[in-house]
C-alpha cells in the first residue's frame, strides 16, 4: 500500500505565494510520475502540473509562468510552488501519483489540500 500526504495549503491575498509538499510512502518501487491537480468549488477535478521520473514537466495553460513543480527523488516527494496566486486558484489541491511496486502500477491520490486566495 501506498500513502500521499500533502500539506503547505492555507489562505493567502491575491499576488502572494504558497508552497505545496506531498510525501509518498509505503510498499514503492519507482514513481513513474507526479503531480497535481484541482477542484474548485462546483467545478470538475483539473490538472495543474505534472512531473515525470525523468524530469519532464507539463502544466496547464493557466498557471504556466506562476507555477513550478518540483520532486526529490531520494525522498519520494514532490513540490508546488505557487506563486502570483489569484483568486480563480482557490481550490482544494491534490496530489497524485504513478506507483509502480514489485508487482503492479497503480495511480494513488492524496487527501487534498485547501488552497484559499482572498483579501
Known amino acids: 500500500q501506498v500513502q500521499l500526504v500533502e500539506s503547505g495549503g492555507g489562505l493567502v491575498q491575491p499576488g502572494g505565494s504558497l508552497r505545496l509538499s506531498c510525501a509518498a510512502s509505503?510498499?514503492?518501487?519507482?514513481?513513474?510520475?507526479m503531480g497535481w491537480y484541482r477542484q474548485a468549488q462546483g467545478k470538475q477535478r483539473e490538472m495543474v502540473a505534472n512531473?515525470?521520473?525523468?524530469?519532464?514537466?507539463m502544466y496547464a495553460d493557466s498557471v504556466k509562468g506562476r507555477f513550478t513543480i518540483s520532486r526529490d527523488n531520494a525522498k519520494n516527494t514532490v513540490y508546488l510552488q505557487m506563486n502570483s496566486l489569484q483568486f480563480e486558484d482557490t481550490a482544494v489541491y491534490y496530489c497524485?501519483?504513478?506507483?509502480?511496486?514489485?508487482?503492479?502500477?497503480?495511480?494513488?491520490w492524496g487527501q487534498g489540500t485547501q488552497v484559499t486566495v482572498s483579501s
Open positions: 509505503g510498499s514503492i518501487f519507482a514513481i513513474e510520475r
Open positions: 497524485n501519483a504513478d506507483v509502480r511496486t514489485v508487482a503492479v502500477r497503480t495511480d494513488y
Open positions: 512531473i515525470l521520473n525523468g524530469g519532464f514537466t
